[in-house]
Nanobody
Framework: QVQLVESGGGLVQAGGSLRLSCAASGSIFSLNAMAWYRQAPGKQRELVAAIATGGTTNYADSVKGRFTISSDNAKNTVYLEMNRLKPEDTAVYYC???????????????WGQGTQVTVSS
């Protein structure tokens, strides 16, 4: 099995910064993509940022220029650096990974347990 452990959420004032981490462990042959999603109360879960194995990144328009996704493939860890936070960034943030557990298995998707980010005005 694969486990994802998230950390770094919390309460911050508008304009502040937070850094989220998500470490994947378990039976992992290769990590093919990692991403952060978020879900605010009463809203659908949305993609915040994604990073592929080669380093290609993709961001939601609402966070471009403020958030940065990065990964440490040796540690199977993905980070989300969040700067100039706004109250509308308040949500539960979820880590999402696409992995192969062995060379011959199909790709599998896993979600983290979620970490709360609250931005006060």
């Amino acid at each position: 099995q694969v486990q994802l452990v998230e950390s770094g959420g919390g309460l911050v004032q508008a304009g502040g910064s937070l850094r989220l981490s998500c470490a994947a462990s378990g039976s992992i042959f290769s990590l093919n993509a990692m991403a952060w999603y978020r879900q605010a109360p009463g809203k659908q879960r949305e993609l915040v940022a994604a990073i592929a194995t080669g380093g290609t990144t993709n961001y939601a328009d609402s966070v471009k220029g403020r958030f940065t996704i990065s990964s440490d493939n040796a540690k199977n860890t993905v980070y989300l650096e969040m700067n100039r936070l706004k109250p509308e960034d308040t949500a539960v943030y979820y880590c999402y990974v696409v992995i192969k557990r062995t060379m011959y298995r199909a790709y599998e998707n896993y979600w983290g347990q979620g970490t709360q980010v609250t931005v006060s005005s």
